[in-house]
């Protein structure tokens, strides 16, 4: 049974959950017993669509008869996970508390997870112990950790409660969304990053193999555009780069305030989509009446592919710099460079340079 005031992410969550399960073998089902907001069933169908995992709804009937016959549904189809998507409300009121009671004692959940918006920071505690008062929460899923909150709320709702927290919700797509670490989340309260999640994300995305092969491409020069639309493509798939830039050691704090733009990685990839397989091999037979169409094709401006491929030839040098004559990456050079690295001309906002690794 998920629970939680509204706003806080229960509905997504509760698809992103299913997506997680679904994947790990079970045959989750999603129940839509909110029928006080307006469009809240239908919002928990779009995302479940999108999770490909079945909704029982039942219209705007009473929530505990939609939830009884919710689990009734479960049993007779074989779904061996079935998700109550209950009612919020902008504050902790008797008739809330009572309804999720009632769905309580007919459907006897394994799990009571509340769903808490990191956002609201120290008030998540008083949410939580209400709750936990009310309801009898089993654990926590923190929504909205892909915000400039660092999560400190996380160890005050732990305290109070004595419930694990069992997952994040780290960004608005269905796949962000991972389970709890806490030596992680102690390590991004500190402002120290979070490496070991960052390359989890980046394993998923890219298998060991395809590694190998990108840097055998650096060693021999054969780098190209159409493999720098597939590292975009890669990093896409990883998340906001926001949320990737607060998982860097002393780079997360330093950038807080600078507004990252994803909608440039689009940018970026129209304009190397506007470009002739003869262009995206070989960048430097891009004359300037080539930038003029290849600027009109994909809706910029020819400053905009000129930096583009400044920006490329300037990652080839840098990257044949680190590359040995192993075909391994030279992390001696990288690291000085990287050391090196000033984020005000970068940003043009501040921040000082990286420091050492």
Not at 331 to 345: E, S, T, V, Y
Request: net charge positive; hydrophobic share 40%.
């Amino acid at each position: 049974m998920m629970c939680g005031l509204q706003g806080s992410g229960k509905t997504t969550h509760a698809a992103k959950l299913a997506k997680m399960l679904k994947k790990e073998g079970h045959r989750p089902l999603l129940a839509a017993c909110d029928i006080y907001r307006p469009a809240a069933i239908n919002q928990l169908q779009v995302v479940g669509a999108k999770a490909d995992v079945k909704v029982f709804e039942m219209g705007q009937i009473d929530p505990v008869i939609i939830a009884k016959q919710a689990l009734a549904h479960a049993k007779d189809y074989g779904h061996d996970v079935l998700i109550i998507d209950t009612a919020g409300r902008l504050h902790i009121d008797e008739a809330l508390m009572d309804e999720l009671k009632k769905i309580k004692e007919l459907t006897s959940p394994n799990e009571i997870m509340l769903v808490v918006d990191a956002m609201t920071g120290q008030d998540a505690v008083n949410v939580a112990k209400a709750f936990d008062d009310a309801v009898g929460i089993t654990s926590v899923l923190m929504s909205k950790l892909d915000s400039d909150t660092r999560g400190g709320a996380a160890l005050s709702v732990l305290s109070v409660t004595g419930k694990p927290i069992k997952y994040v919700g780290m960004g608005e797509k269905l796949d962000d969304f991972e389970q709890f670490h806490p030596e992680r989340m102690a390590s991004r309260i500190l402002g120290m990053g979070d490496v070991l999640t960052l390359i989890e994300k980046a394993e998923n995305v890219m298998t060991q193999q395809d590694a190998e092969k990108l840097t055998k491409k650096f060693k021999e020069n054969k780098f190209d555009m159409n493999d720098l639309l597939d590292q975009m493509k890669q990093i896409k798939k990883m998340g906001s780069m926001k949320s990737i830039i607060g998982m860097l050691p002393g780079v997360g704090d330093k950038l807080k305030d600078v507004d990252v733009d994803d909608k440039q990685l689009n940018r970026i990839e129209a304009i190397i989509t506007s470009m002739t397989k003869a262009e995206r091999a070989k960048p430097s037979i891009i004359n300037p009446s080539r930038k003029k169409r290849i600027a009109a094709g994909s809706g910029t401006k020819v400053e905009e592919v000129n930096r583009l491929l400044k920006q490329f030839d300037q990652m080839q040098k840098m990257m044949k710099q680190f590359t040995g004559k192993s075909g391994k990456m030279n992390l001696r050079k990288a690291r000085k460079q990287l050391a090196g690295m000033n984020f005000d001309k970068m940003t043009g906002k501040g921040g000082g340079n990286l420091p050492p690794i």
